[in-house]
Structure formats: C-alpha cells, structure tokens
C-alpha cells in the first residue's frame, strides 16, 4: 500500500535527496516496544486487579461474558489490523489498550486458577524465550519468511486443537500440542521482529502511517508474547496432572 503525494511539478517529492527520517530506526523500533510492554503492563494489571479485588467471580458471573468478550476482542483486532490506513493514530493506540484491557479481564481468570506466584514465573519465564529470540532475531539478522506457510499451518491446526480441546481431553498429546505452540510462537516473535525493519522501511517516509505500524507491529508482536505465555502456562498445567 502506498502513500505518496506529488508536487507540483508532478515529482514524487518522497525521493528528494535532501529528505531524511523524523525517527530512526532504533527509535522506531523503540516505541514500538513501548507499545508492546504497555499492553502487557495493561493486561497482567487488569488481571491481577481483578483477581485480587474478586471482581472476576463478579464478571464471568453475568450471563454471555464469556461470548461477548471473546467477540470484543475480535473484532478490535478485526478493526485494528484491517482499517490501519483510515483509523487515526489516537483511535489506533486507543484500540490496541482497549484489546489489552479486555484481555486483562480474561488473565483474571488465570490468577484464580494458578495463583500470583504461578503467574509471575511463567511471566518471567516467557520474558526470558520472547527476549531471547528477539535478539538473536535482530543481532543475526534470522530470516524465517521461509517458514512462513508452514507457521500459519501449524497456527491452523494449534487453534483446531484447541477448539477440540474443550470437548475431548486430548490426554499425552497436550503435551505435544503445547510443546507445538511455544515453537511456532517462538519462530513468529522472530518473524515480527524482522518486520519491524520492514514496515519502517516501508512507511519511514509517511510519518502518520510509521505512528500507526508501529502500533501494529506492537500487537503483533503482544499476541506472540500471550500465546507463548499461555502454552508455557498449559504446559506446566499438564505436566503437574
């Protein structure tokens, strides 16, 4: 997708030699792991909070909490991720805390049943994996585009299984299917990584679209970092029964 406006002696006045970048690329990247750790901060506040103050027996009492917070979430990323180009920079950060709120009533539920100290170490534990695999990402330059059809397929089949999971007890598979999901999430925390370089490149000459990728390359980045922390959290869940 393209933004590129010409002057008035019809030049593309984004290949002018004297232009340079509003933000570097270390700066770029930067906010967008601001963005990134803010949703987490969001989501694992909101979810304690709620644990803590027992609000979340209150919640998941109302009728349809479940459907309709699942639904919410859906389509704010819906919306987020499909209207990028026409959102505004404040409705597109505003969308993706409003996603990390409404995910933070979700983890409430998984303080209950794990505890604070559960959930901290498996934090601290997916910080370590996320972390990792970032960096070398970044510092080796890893290309897994190549990957990238067999990272979907295995997405595919992660939430088949996990739909099928709430019916069947899939038994010592569980542990497989969970073993799974931390490599494909690992392999897409590399993926995203790099794209960040990508998008830059890509919108560093249109300053409210580089605001809004940043945003994007923030929640991408945010649900690699969920997911990871979850199937850690259902690994350890399945080993201990």
């Given at each position: 997708m393209?933004?590129?406006?010409?002057?008035?002696?019809?030049?593309?006045?984004?290949?002018?030699?004297?232009?340079?970048?509003?933000?570097?690329?270390?700066?770029?990247?930067?906010?967008?792991y601001?963005?990134?750790?803010?949703?987490?901060?969001?989501t694992?506040?909101?979810?304690?909070?709620?644990?803590?103050?027992?609000?979340?027996?209150?919640?998941?009492?109302?009728?349809?909490?479940?459907?309709?917070?699942?639904?919410l979430?859906?389509?704010?990323?819906?919306?987020?991720?499909?209207?990028?180009?026409?959102?505004?920079?404040?409705?597109?950060?505003?969308?993706?805390?409003?996603?990390?709120?409404?995910?933070?009533?979700?983890?409430s539920?998984?303080?209950?049943?794990?505890?604070?100290?559960?959930?901290?170490?498996?934090?601290a534990?997916?910080?370590v994996?996320?972390?990792?695999?970032?960096?070398?990402?970044?510092?080796?330059?890893?290309?897994?585009?190549?990957?990238?059809?067999?990272?979907?397929?295995?997405?595919?089949?992660?939430?088949?299984?996990?739909?099928?999971?709430?019916?069947?007890?899939?038994?010592?598979?569980?542990?497989?299917?969970?073993?799974?999901?931390?490599?494909i999430?690992?392999?897409?925390?590399?993926?995203?990584?790099?794209?960040?370089?990508?998008?830059?490149?890509?919108?560093?000459?249109?300053?409210?679209?580089?605001?809004?990728?940043?945003?994007?390359?923030?929640?991408?980045?945010?649900?690699d970092?969920?997911?990871?922390?979850?199937?850690?959290?259902r690994?350890?869940?399945?080993?201990?029964?």
């Open positions: 393209s933004f590129e406006p010409l002057n008035q002696d019809g030049m593309n006045n984004y290949y002018d030699s004297t232009w340079q970048a509003q933000e570097s690329l270390g700066e770029y990247t930067a906010k967008t601001m963005w990134m750790f803010l949703g987490l901060l969001l694992f506040g909101i979810g304690f909070s709620g644990y803590a103050s027992g609000l979340v027996l209150y919640a998941f009492q109302t009728p349809f909490a479940i459907p309709v917070l699942t639904g979430e859906l389509i704010t990323v819906l919306v987020l991720s499909m209207k990028i180009t026409t959102l505004s920079i404040g409705m597109a950060r505003f969308l993706f805390l409003f996603y990390s709120a409404l995910n933070g009533i979700v983890f539920v998984y303080f209950l049943m794990f505890g604070v100290a559960d959930m901290m170490f498996i934090f534990a997916t910080a994996f996320f972390g990792t695999m970032a960096i070398v990402a970044k510092v080796f330059q890893i290309d897994v585009s190549g990957l990238r059809p067999l990272m979907f397929g295995g997405l595919l089949l992660l939430i088949v299984f996990g739909i099928v999971s709430m019916f069947i007890n899939l038994g010592a598979f569980e542990v497989v299917l969970c073993y799974a999901g931390i490599i999430f690992l392999l897409f925390t590399a993926y995203d990584t790099r794209k960040i370089s990508a998008l830059y490149t890509a919108y560093s000459r249109d300053p409210e679209m580089l605001a809004k990728s940043s945003v994007i390359s923030a929640l991408q980045l945010y649900l970092f969920v997911n990871l922390f979850l199937y850690i959290l690994l350890m869940n399945s080993r201990r029964n």
